[in-house]
């Protein structure tokens, strides 16, 4: 079976990226680009309710969704959250209901993986350090004392804005879940004022709403995980729907020819070996970005066991013995799109 295609073409964004939007579209969008959250974000306007909002007010809209995003972005940088983990076993913290839901979803995502996205994977996150100058391999020691702690702690409500983190050194880290969420509230900022066919694409999160005025399916290009020039899938979507891709090329660092990438097997406190490259579509975002880490942790077998039973289509990559292993639910094989007819556009 055929897995990947050469790129070509001028697809508008860098090529680095997990997920790719192809346009295709007779009719140009409207859309805007800014940095956020550490990645391009890119908010697209394909059609609007014209009885709501006029033409002279699409850079508004526009301008709205990112202002949403950024909202997320100042919660999850968090002023509350830090102090929820910095008062962990000492006292409890106003945090506020928006970021106590988001907390309650991520753990209840917890539950749904068992246990393989954990929202409350601080202490190894600060740990290892991946993605900063101060990334390093740990001693056995401090990975099992990290671990000791994850695996300990407790998020307790305490009323509708306050809760209470413990033990002492607990530490919640919602990078699996954040962007997702904001994704998510910026297509219903979009909607809200207007907008009826529309994407908001971030890096390795996605998700689209509507219908295209030309009739033709959102394309969305999967990034093959061992060259960036190549396309893994391209998937045809008709509905709303979010996509969301973890991979071990996103932040990492290499000793030796080994590489230790950001996302951690809560079981080992280590790096994921299983999988080069998870990918997941959900109607959240949220719930797509939380189960491609999961999914990603667990590796090809067990994690399209577990999104078979969700009925979340599904791809994920491994690579073993120096060649790439790819597993698919049926559900994703049926959005599978023509990989040659989409390069050759």
Partial sequence: MKTSSKLSGHFGVSMLAA????????QLPVEDTKTLMGTQVIVTIYDYDKEQINSDQLQSVLDSSFREIKRIQSLAQWRQLK???????KRPAYIGNEL???IDDAYLLSVDTHGAFRPDMGPLVKLWAIGTDSARI???WEIEDAQ????????NVVDSATAYLEPLGASLDLGGVAKGYAVDRACEVLKELGVTAGMVWAGGDLKVFGHKPDGEPWRIAVRHPRDPEQFAAVLEIRDEM???????YERYFEINGGRYHHIINPETGYPGLKSISATVLAERCMDADAYATAFFVLGPEEGIRMSSQFDLPAMIMAERDGEIVMKETSSFRRL???LDAVVEQ
Avoid: E, H, K, Q
Wanted: aromatic share 16%; hydrophobic share 45%; with cysteine.
């Fill in 83 to 89: 102090n929820l983990n910095d008062w962990a076993g």
């Fill in 148 to 155: 000791d702690v994850v695996f300990d702690t407790y998020f």
């Fill in 19 to 26: 997920l790719i939007f192809i346009s295709g579209c007779s």
């Fill in 242 to 248: 979010a996509v969301a891709t973890s991979g071990d």
């Fill in 100 to 102: 106590i839901t988001l």
């Fill in 138 to 140: 740990p001693a056995y």
């Fill in 336 to 338: 599978r799109g023509d």
